[in-house]
């Protein structure tokens, strides 16, 4: 059984023409880094995969400085129009590809956050604050994974 933790970048500050360039508030980064600490007490996640909009990047970092991962991948799958179907399709792939990994922590954004949960649970589909955590627990023999829960900074 693998352990994937699907998180929602941090607070960002407001929309703007470049998306992709929005960066994080003082809050955001207080909360991803809440959320790191509590990800390495609670799953310590061995890789991590991270959209590349710079609020997902700046979240990561913010992560990686309470935990230590063996593999890192900035993935362009995983942006907030992207394929929930096809990023599950390339995840499933990296775990198979990677066996010795039991937990992967992905990061992302609204809603693709929300529908890569769908798709690995049918019918869950949770609404993720900003530095959201959503656990799963998925068999990669099966192809089929439960949701445990959904945990949020306190920031």
């Not at 990677?98 to 929300?114: G, K, Q, R």
Request: glycine share 4%.
């Amino acid at each position: 059984m693998k352990t994937l933790l699907i998180m929602r970048h941090g607070e960002a500050g407001p929309m703007q023409a470049d998306d992709a360039a929005r960066l994080l508030t003082d809050r955001g980064r207080a909360q991803a880094f809440e959320m790191g600490q509590w990800l390495l007490e609670t799953h310590a996640p061995q890789a991590v995969l991270v959209s590349p909009y710079t609020r997902a990047q700046q979240t990561a970092l913010e992560v990686k400085q309470s935990n230590h991962f063996v593999f890192e991948e900035t993935c362009t799958d995983i942006v907030p129009s992207g394929s929930a179907s096809f990023a599950v399709d390339y995840i499933e792939t990296l775990i198979s590809m990677n066996e010795e990994i039991d937990s992967w922590l992905i990061v992302a954004h609204m809603p693709i956050v929300s529908y890569m949960v769908d798709q690995l649970v049918p019918g869950e589909m949770p609404i993720f604050a900003t530095a959201s955590v959503a656990v799963l627990k998925y068999d990669p023999d099966t192809h089929k994974a439960s949701y445990v829960g959904l945990h949020s900074p306190s920031i």
